[in-house]
């Protein structure tokens, strides 16, 4: 089964603990994304990564981290500095940039209490 | 800032109807591609269009793009309860990333039975 995973869907922590989120790909994909999406909003991107090894800023990186040691992984850290954890994140996956589909995992659900 | 942006936030029409959401951007572009989210769900890639093509179709989908306008339009016709999502459609710049998408905050389309 071809496809993109993330894990756990819900996940649940308490303030000032950094929490890490896995992405995982089958699909031989050399372009990993991690989106944001709160209530009732589009996505917003956290980091992305054109090839194993490296990593860019999207438009709302600070007090999240990556990292990007194999091609079928992209792990995304919550730290303690972001402010307002709480969200849905997403996943994607893509051949390479803009002109191809993205493919979503489906998502997990933060929870900062 | 949002560089694409859906109308009407909300649509909700009968089954067998048509339905039209819009998008506008602000700045040129090489690509835009629709996505369908249901509720809680991964996005799901519909339609790429890309700046030099004005209409595209894909069964009962068809885009439409209008450079000039900076706008788009995704209809979706004889539409079923199984079409109730959001609909997000996604721009690159021209000249900014080749990898960066930006998402609008979407379309809830709601087909009654």
């Known amino acids: 089964d071809g496809g993109i995973t993330q894990s756990p869907k819900y996940l649940f922590r308490k303030e000032g603990q950094n929490v890490t989120l896995s992405c995982e790909q089958n699909?031989?994909?050399?372009?990993m994304y991690w989106y944001r999406q709160d209530p009732g909003q589009g996505l917003r991107l956290i980091y992305y990564?054109?090839?194993?090894?490296?990593?860019q800023k999207g438009d709302i990186a600070e007090g999240y981290s990556v990292s990007r040691e194999k091609k079928e992984s992209f792990p995304l850290t919550v730290t303690s500095a972001q402010k307002n954890p709480t969200a849905f994140y997403l996943c994607?996956?893509?051949?390479?940039?803009?002109?191809?589909?993205?493919?979503f995992g489906p998502g997990t659900r933060l929870t900062v209490t | 800032s949002q560089q694409g942006e859906e109308d009407p936030q909300a649509l909700s029409i009968q089954e067998g109807e048509n339905a039209t959401m819009n998008c506008s951007y602000k700045t040129s572009i090489n690509n835009l591609q629709w996505y369908r989210q249901n509720s809680g769900r991964g996005l799901v890639h519909l339609i790429l269009i890309r700046s030099n093509e004005r209409e595209k179709h894909s069964g009962r989908l068809r885009v439409t793009l209008d450079t000039s306008k900076k706008s788009s339009s995704l209809l979706i016709t004889a539409s079923r309860a199984a079409d109730t999502a959001s609909y997000f459609c996604a721009t690159d710049a021209s000249g900014g990333s080749n990898y960066k998408l930006t998402f609008g905050k979407g379309t809830l389309l709601t087909v009654n039975p």
């Open positions: 990564s054109q090839i194993v090894n490296d990593f």
């Open positions: 994607a996956s893509s051949m390479g940039g803009t002109s191809y589909e993205q493919y």
């Open positions: 699909l031989n994909h050399d372009a």
